[in-house]
Every structure is written in structure tokens, then in C-alpha cells.
């Protein structure tokens, strides 16, 4: 298969979101977390900034947190069920009939969600400093005059890498069950126990749903790089996926 | 047969144990209609999905075009349009948007969705969202789905299913037009005989999951032998009688059958001389129905 073929594939699939509610979600989410955040530091900063707190790590830190752990999950549940979603009702069958090999479709869809979040954080990353732009003039007490990039690009950096393993699999359970139900509860299954294991140090550092939160923690030596086991085991599961996926009786 | 269009070879289909398609083998030439006809559960849909490379066969082989499906199948979907069942369509896309995931996988050319919109006759509404459609229309965009690039081959399972019977009507017309204007064949599997009497030149009957006829439509009517129904006041000895005389006849509930339809006057003249009241003697064709329920064992259509 050439390479013009599988980008035609994928841009297809970037078609496809015209008009649905998996693009409004890019937007949607992490503007709903840096409202909150903003709200929250506009309502209650003052008094933190007072006892020696700085105003933008704590937006950097509250909105980052927020987002990997409660936001993302349900948006990475959402987004992969939507896509899959398209298709569930009665498209394969025209998908897979057209000349494009069946692993293409599902690393284009794969490739499509992935974007979808990056360009989420992407909002996220856009939001937070329009947000402390915003508090800096109606909240000056604030003291939000230098805002230093790192605390929230090198974070949001490490998530969307670390997040990738996550993805893969819900992308797979979204895929492979035709079941909207199935894949959100799988969805929300993963989100809960990543939830628990977000403090579990030993090995609930590898559970694929708390990889993103326990990669913006500090790396001891020795211990495994979690972007990096982010990114290699979301290759692996994407190969499998895509092999299976390959195989399967379209009925 | 290596220039035909479609050709299966003991194609199998089990599921858990449960054969749904047995030792099909399938011959479709190019540029014919072929009708691929059974009864709902005859296995219509698993073959045709076996054509597509959706299933994968427990046994047998699929060519298409000349060429092995399991070696060949994207150079065999570039040139094998399909429609099956109901059209595969993305509601939240307008008409010209859905041709065109068909369009930028098919590396066609852009002037492809004007051309498909104009065969089918939507060139007005192309622009709306198919959410919009009525159900003639999204199978008339099915259609041109499956007419975008260049295709060969158009392989269409039950292309009229829930259509009133003016889009049935619409739908027929297309899938006539097609082979003739453009050069295509056609692979139309339906459980209506009408629909297969008004557009095929070939005939498949499935039955089972087995094929129990193939051939071209003549042949089929060929099947359509007439025969002589015959009713008199003592049914089962007029059936003696004329058995004795040299006319083998069947029993058909209140009537008889005879063969022999040239016989017609000297039966009636033996009947009518032995004191029988001949109520009835016509000359019948057997229908389309017949001749396929005779071949399927349906019991209803």
C-alpha cells in the first residue's frame, strides 16, 4: 500500500468528523476545565497568592490534574466511542469493501483520535493562558504578571505521550464491541481504577490509565520512563489491534 | 472460465458448526445481470459477503475479475462497487460529502461525484445532509457510491429492500441502465422472482445455503414446461382412464395434470366417450414461482 493511499485514508477519517459532536468535544472539554479552574483562582486565589502561593503553578497544577485524571479519561472514552461509533451502524461493510487495506482504517481512525486529544491539549494549553491573561486584569491581586511556559507545556507534553497506551486499548474495545454501552463502560472502568492507582507508587505507576498522571511526577532513577512506556505500549497494542482487527468476520 | 466476472469454487460458510453456504460455485459472466435468488435465509447475504472479503470462507475459493480474492482484493474492490442491504451512509454528511470518502479512497477523479449524482438523479440534492433523504433517495446515493471510479463490477444485495414500490420501480430502471450504458455487471441478489423476471439475464437459486440452478434466464423459463389441468366429476378414475389409454398424469388436489398438452381434444373426446363430465381442461404454464418453489422448498414468498 503507498503512503498516498493510507494519508487519503486518513484524511477521510478527518472528513468524516464534519459536523459531529467527537470534534465540538476538542473544544468543549478542556474549556469546561479551565472555566472551572479560572472561576475557582478568581473566587479563592487571593487568599492562597496572600500565604505565599503562586497563582499560575497552581492554575498550571489544578488545570493539568484535573485534566489527566477526571477529564481525559471520559474524553478519551467519548471521542474513541464516537469514532467507532460512525461505523458501528452498518458502515463497516462499506469501509471495508473500499481498496484500502483493513489495518490502514484502523491506524487512520487510531491516528485521528490521538489528534483529537493533542489538539484538546492543545485548547487546554491555549485556555489556561487566556484564562490567566484574563484573571491577570480583572484580578490583580493575583499577581499573574510573569507566565512562565514550562509548568504547562512540559506537563501537557508528558501526558500526551503517557496517555497513548490508554487510547490504544479503549480504542480497540471501541472497535472491536459494536456496543456503545460496552465501550463506555469499559471507558469509565478504566477511568475509576486510574483514579485509585494515581497514588499507588509501585505498580500502579504502569496501570495504562494512571501512566499520564504519574508521568508529570518526578522520575526516580532507575524507574521506568513512563512517557516512553506510554508511547512503546500504544504502538503494541495498535499492532495488535490492527491485526485482529484485519482478521475479523465483518457479519 | 478466467474472464469471468465472478467465480466461486465449492465455496463453504460454517458457523459454530452451522453450515450457512455449501459448496457454492458460482459463474458470472461479464457484462450479464445475474440475479442471485433464494428465500430470506438461504445464505444470499454470506455468500455475497464472502465475494467482498467481509467474511472469510471456511472452504473454497473467490475470483473476481480473473484475479484470487485473498491475493488480490484491493486491486479487485477498486473495480467492484457493492451495495449491501441498506446503504452504508453517514447521516451528519450531505449526499456529495459521503461520495466523497468513496472518491479520495478511490484516488477518482473529482468530476466522479457530479457523474454519480447525474446516473442516479440526484445531481439537486447532493448538497443536503443525507439525514435529509428519503429512503429511495440514500439507496439511489448507495448506488452512486458503488458507481464512483471505475468500476467492473456492481455487487448488490437486495438493492430494493424497503423501498415503496415507486422507488422500487427507480431503483430497477438504474440497475437495467447500468450494464447497458456503462459496461458494467451486474451481481443482484433478492428474494422478489418479479424483480429478478423484469432486469436478469442470468439466474442463481440458492436454496439452503446450496446452489440448486444456474443458468441464463431462457433457460430457467425453459423449466416453465405447459401441461394440461383437467376436471371432471370422478376425478381419480378419469385419471385411470386416461393413464390406461397412454396419457400419464399426475394428481393435482381436484384436478389432474396431463402432459401431453397437444392431446388436448382427444382426452376430452376419451373422457366425454367414458361418461365423465369434463368440467375443465385448460393448457398452464407453470409461473416463476412455481418453478422456484419447486426448487427451494419454500413454503411462502
Given at each position: 500500500?503507498?503512503?498516498?493511499?493510507?494519508?487519503?485514508?486518513?484524511?477521510?477519517?478527518?472528513?468524516?468528523?464534519?459536523?459531529?459532536?467527537?470534534?465540538g468535544m476538542v473544544v468543549l472539554a478542556p474549556v469546561t476545565v479551565v472555566i472551572l479552574h479560572g472561576l475557582i483562582l478568581y473566587a479563592g486565589g487571593e487568599r492562597s497568592v496572600r500565604g505565599g502561593g503562586d497563582a499560575?503553578?497552581?492554575?498550571?497544577?489544578?488545570?493539568?490534574?484535573?485534566?489527566?485524571?477526571?477529564?481525559?479519561?471520559?474524553?478519551?472514552?467519548?471521542?474513541?466511542?464516537?469514532?467507532?461509533?460512525?461505523?458501528?451502524?452498518?458502515?463497516?461493510?462499506?469501509?471495508?469493501?473500499?481498496?484500502?487495506?483493513?489495518?490502514?482504517?484502523?491506524?487512520?481512525?487510531?491516528?485521528?483520535?490521538?489528534?483529537?486529544l493533542w489538539m484538546a491539549h492543545v485548547v487546554l494549553f491555549a485556555g489556561t493562558l487566556a484564562s490567566a491573561s484574563t484573571l491577570r486584569l480583572v484580578q490583580p491581586s493575583l499577581k499573574l504578571d510573569a507566565l512562565p511556559l514550562d509548568p504547562l507545556f512540559w506537563p501537557l507534553v508528558s501526558i500526551s505521550t503517557a496517555a497513548l497506551l490508554g487510547l490504544a486499548i479503549q480504542h480497540w474495545v471501541s472497535i472491536r464491541w459494536a456496543s456503545f454501552t460496552a465501550a463506555i463502560g469499559f471507558g469509565m472502568f478504566a477511568m475509576i481504577t486510574g483514579f485509585v492507582f494515581a497514588n499507588a507508587a509501585a505498580w500502579g505507576r504502569l496501570w495504562p490509565w494512571s501512566l499520564a498522571i504519574h508521568s508529570v511526577r518526578p522520575n526516580t532513577p532507575g524507574e521506568v520512563d513512563l512517557v516512553l512506556a506510554g508511547m512503546i505500549g500504544a504502538i503494541v497494542v495498535a499492532l495488535l489491534g490492527s491485526i485482529e482487527f484485519s482478521r475479523r468476520d465483518i457479519p | 472460465m478466467p474472464g469471468q466476472a465472478i467465480r466461486t469454487e465449492r465455496l463453504s460458510k460454517t458457523f459454530r458448526g452451522k453450515s450457512a453456504v455449501r459448496q457454492v460455485s458460482l459463474s458470472v459472466a461479464p457484462g450479464s445481470v445475474y440475479a442471485f435468488l433464494g428465500p430470506n435465509g438461504a445464505g444470499k447475504s454470506t455468500t455475497?459477503?464472502?465475494?467482498?472479503?467481509?467474511?472469510?470462507?471456511?472452504?473454497?475459493s473467490v475470483a473476481l475479475h480473473g484475479m484470487d480474492l485473498q491475493r488480490h482484493r484491493l486491486q479487485i474492490l477498486a473495480r467492484t462497487g457493492s451495495l449491501i442491504e441498506n446503504p452504508s451512509l453517514y447521516a451528519h454528511l450531505t449526499g456529495r460529502e459521503n461520495l466523497e470518502i468513496?472518491?479520495?479512497?478511490?484516488?477518482?477523479?473529482?468530476?466522479?461525484?457530479?457523474?454519480a449524482l447525474d446516473i442516479v438523479g440526484l445531481q439537486n440534492a447532493g448538497g443536503s445532509c443525507v439525514k435529509t433523504y428519503s429512503l429511495g433517495m440514500k439507496q439511489r446515493l448507495g448506488l452512486a457510491q458503488a458507481l464512483i471510479g471505475r468500476r467492473d463490477?456492481?455487487?448488490?444485495?437486495?438493492?430494493?429492500?424497503?423501498?415503496?414500490?415507486a422507488g422500487m420501480l427507480e431503483v430497477r430502471s438504474l440497475i437495467r441502465e447500468v450494464p447497458a450504458r456503462h459496461g458494467i455487471t451486474v451481481f443482484l441478489s433478492t428474494h422478489l422472482l418479479t424483480e429478478a423476471e423484469q432486469i436478469a439475464t442470468h439466474v442463481?437459486?440458492?436454496?439452503?445455503?446450496?446452489?440448486?440452478?444456474?443458468?441464463?434466464?431462457?433457460?430457467?423459463?425453459?423449466?416453465?414446461?405447459?401441461?394440461?389441468?383437467?376436471?371432471t366429476d370422478r376425478i381419480s378414475d378419469a385419471g385411470a382412464l386416461?393413464?390406461?389409454?397412454?396419457?400419464?398424469?399426475?394428481?393435482?388436489?381436484?384436478?389432474?395434470?396431463?402432459?401431453?398438452?397437444?392431446?388436448?381434444?382427444?382426452?376430452?373426446?376419451?373422457?366425454v366417450e367414458a361418461g365423465h363430465a369434463v368440467?375443465?381442461?385448460?393448457?398452464?404454464?407453470?409461473?416463476f414461482e412455481e418453478i422456484f418453489l419447486s426448487m427451494t422448498d419454500a413454503e411462502v414468498l
Open positions: 500500500m503507498s503512503l498516498s493511499l493510507f494519508v487519503r485514508v486518513v484524511t477521510v477519517e478527518c472528513l468524516k468528523l464534519k459536523r459531529t459532536l467527537a470534534l499560575w503553578s497552581q492554575l498550571c497544577t489544578n488545570s493539568v490534574s484535573m485534566w489527566t485524571l477526571l477529564m481525559m479519561p471520559m474524553f478519551v472514552t467519548l471521542e474513541t466511542s464516537l469514532l467507532a461509533g460512525l461505523e458501528h451502524n452498518g458502515n463497516w461493510k462499506a469501509v471495508l469493501t473500499l481498496p484500502a487495506p483493513r489495518w490502514a482504517v484502523y491506524i487512520a481512525k487510531l491516528l485521528v483520535a490521538v489528534g483529537l | 455475497i459477503r464472502m465475494l467482498l472479503g467481509l467474511l472469510r470462507p471456511t472452504e473454497g468513496c472518491r479520495r479512497v478511490l484516488g477518482a477523479p473529482a468530476s466522479d461525484i457530479d457523474r463490477l456492481l455487487v448488490l444485495d437486495e438493492p430494493t429492500n424497503g423501498l415503496d414500490p442463481g437459486i440458492l436454496s439452503r445455503g446450496e446452489l440448486v440452478f444456474q443458468g441464463t434466464a431462457t433457460e430457467l423459463s425453459l423449466r416453465r414446461q405447459p401441461r394440461l389441468r383437467i376436471r386416461l393413464a390406461s389409454a397412454g396419457w400419464p398424469v399426475t394428481p393435482a388436489g381436484e384436478s389432474i395434470l396431463a402432459e401431453d398438452v397437444t392431446a388436448a381434444a382427444a382426452i376430452t373426446r376419451v373422457l368440467h375443465h381442461v385448460a393448457v398452464e404454464t407453470a409461473s
